[in-house]
Each structure stands twice: as C-alpha cells, then as structure tokens.
C-alpha cells in the first residue's frame, strides 16, 4: 500500500514552454500532497503543500505564478511550469500524504527529471 | 537555517556489520521523524519513524533511536548489506504545520563486500 506514481518521469522541453507533471496516489487518498524539487547532491527543497480543492500554499521564494500547482481530486495533483528557463532543470518529487496508517508519513513518487534547453 | 543536519555525508561499513547514521536538529517543536532511503533519479522511500512520545522503535533491521534532550536521533541497520548502500535523509515535522517536512542534507551509505 501507500503508492504514488508521477508522471511523466522524463521530460524535456524548450525554453519558454510549459511543462504538466502528474502526481497520483494509487492506492490511498490523499489529503495533503506536496510538491519538491532536488538538485544535484543537495537535500529536497519543498516547493508547496496542496490540499484537495483548496489553494496550494507555497514556500517562501517560490513563485506560485510559475509553478502552477492543481489538487483536483484526493488522487491527483499536477505541477505545471510554466514559461520554462534552463534553470528550471531539475529533479521533481511530490509527495503524498494520507495512507492507512493515519501518521504524519509521506509517501514519496518516483520524480520526473525536467530538462529545459 | 539548517533545522535539520546529517553532519556525516558519507558513511562506509562493511557488509554484515551496523551502520549507524546520525542526524541532529535544533527546532524543539519538531515531534515527529523519519528516515528515507534515496536511490540517484529516484523518489525517496519510507523506512521507518518515531514520534517524540518513543524514544526507540524497531522495524526488521531498522532501528530508529531518538534522544530528545539531545535533540538528535540515529539510525541502525543492522546486519548492513550491499544492497542498504543509498543516500539516507532524516526529516522532522511538527504538529500544526500540516504536516511538512524538513530533511536533513543526508548521508551517503557504502556497504562494502
């Protein structure tokens, strides 16, 4: 139990276009979902916490009209960046929380790894 | 502000052996830990977890330690095998912040043969 899938997990783009990255939780709903973001050989940076139907709040210095975040269902969040720059590149993780075992645990996806030419 | 830390970021032990990977934090409001196993491109996987009402808990080989006072928790694998070699984060929350967590910067296990 506790899976959660991303999708796509590769994706590469042209500066300027926008990108969708799909979060869902197969097999538990999930109240909360989380967005992060991780580059290379440093710690995972949380980007925004989604709660279904409601606004996703972000972290301090990330730009919420950039990184468009959607909590349609208590399975699905998408992540869509939009206006794609090089420095956009990185490595994407949500995060899910809400399993059956009631804790605070978060559940993590496999990632998608953003390249923006 | 690090609120979390994993002062070690490599570790090497040799199969068979206990690995022991520590992690410390300053914010006192922090109740609930946990620790994750990274492979490189890949989402990090849940091990296991303690809440600040335990001061140890046990899963198969993992075994989570958590000194309150010292605010710092450890955990042992035990016996360490090639296949536990991984980037190993700890991460915190605290009751209230709807959950969010806050990982350390990990630590890089290598199980030798």
């Known amino acids: 139990g506790a899976v959660v899938s991303q999708h796509p997990s590769r994706v590469i783009c042209k500066s300027g276009t926008s990108v969708k990255i799909e979060c869902r939780s197969l097999?538990?709903?999930?109240?909360?979902m989380f967005w992060y973001r991780q580059f290379p050989k440093q710690s995972l940076m949380l980007m925004a916490t989604?709660?279904?139907?409601?606004?996703?709040?972000?972290e301090q210095g990330v730009e919420k009209d950039k990184f468009l975040i959607n909590h349609a269902s208590l399975t699905l969040s998408t992540l869509t960046v939009t206006s794609a720059h090089p420095e956009d590149s990185s490595f994407y993780i949500c995060?899910?929380?809400?399993?059956?075992?009631?804790?605070?645990?978060?559940?993590f996806g496999p990632g998608t790894r953003l390249t923006v030419l | 502000d690090q609120q979390v830390k994993q002062n070690s970021p490599s570790l090497s032990v040799q199969e068979g052996r206990i690995s022991i990977l520590n992690c410390d934090y300053t914010?006192?409001?922090?109740?609930?830990f946990l620790w994750y196993k990274k492979y490189p491109a890949e989402g990090p996987t849940f091990l296991i977890s303690?809440?600040?009402?335990?001061d140890k808990n046990e899963d198969g080989r993992f075994t989570v330690f958590l000194n309150k006072s010292a605010k710092h928790l450890s955990l042992h694998i035990v016996p360490s095998q090639p296949g536990d070699s991984a980037v190993y984060f700890c991460?915190?929350?605290?009751?209230?912040?709807?959950?969010?967590?806050?990982f350390g910067t990990g630590t890089r296990l290598q199980v030798t043969l």
């Open positions: 995060s899910a929380r809400g399993g059956a075992d009631g804790t605070d645990t978060q559940y």
């Open positions: 097999d538990f709903q999930a109240t909360t």
């Open positions: 989604s709660n279904e139907g409601s606004k996703a709040t972000y």
């Open positions: 914010n006192s409001m922090f109740d609930y």
């Open positions: 303690i809440s600040s009402i335990k």
């Open positions: 991460a915190a929350s605290a009751t209230g912040t709807a959950s969010k967590l806050t």
